[in-house]
């Protein structure tokens, strides 16, 4: 177990600069990803990384961030930006369920805002077939481009 924790460790430098030599695509280029291509993903606004995902359908799973009939499950990142914005991550707030937060007044506006924002944000990805290599990229890659959104909170 160690031995292939090491080997999957040391291949990180290198998923990294794959990812960041992908060139950046808007969503009308989603269809440059294969159906079925396992990987990582990683939302950038205005060249600045924000959020890294992972999945083993990438292009449905980068479509469902923005999509506005998504609900918060599949619009994580349209969520997050919605709470941030009505403040929903302060005092007494914080401990509102999702549920909860969608009932708000003007958060169902807000999130539908949130998830057109998503839509129009570029992104990178990069192929990684191994579940575990996908997960220690996730937050190896999170670190090292020091995105905003990823908290690996469970729900």
Do not use: C, W
Not at 21 to 46: H, M, S, T, W
Not at 94 to 101: E, H, P, Q, V, W
Not at 103 to 123: D, S, T
Request: charged residues 35%.
């Amino acid at each position: 177990m160690k031995e292939r924790f090491n080997i999957l460790v040391k291949e990180m430098p290198k998923l990294l600069e794959e990812l960041k030599n992908k060139p950046l695509l808007a969503r009308d280029e989603l269809k440059k990803i294969p159906q079925k291509q396992k990987g990582i993903y990683v939302f950038y606004e205005n060249n600045k990384p924000l959020y890294v995902g992972r999945s083993n359908r990438l292009k449905e799973r980068i479509q469902e961030h923005g999509r506005p009939s998504s609900d918060h499950y599949s619009a994580t990142l349209a969520f997050t930006i919605a709470k941030e914005r009505m403040n929903f991550n302060r005092n007494k707030r914080r401990l509102a369920t999702r549920n909860d937060l969608e009932k708000a007044p003007g958060f169902k506006e807000e999130f539908f805002l949130a998830r057109k924002q998503v839509a129009a944000m570029q992104v990178k990805v990069v192929k990684i077939e191994d579940q575990i290599a996908q997960t220690l990229f996730e937050i190896y890659a999170h670190l090292a481009l020091k995105t905003k959104y990823n908290d690996f909170g469970t729900h």
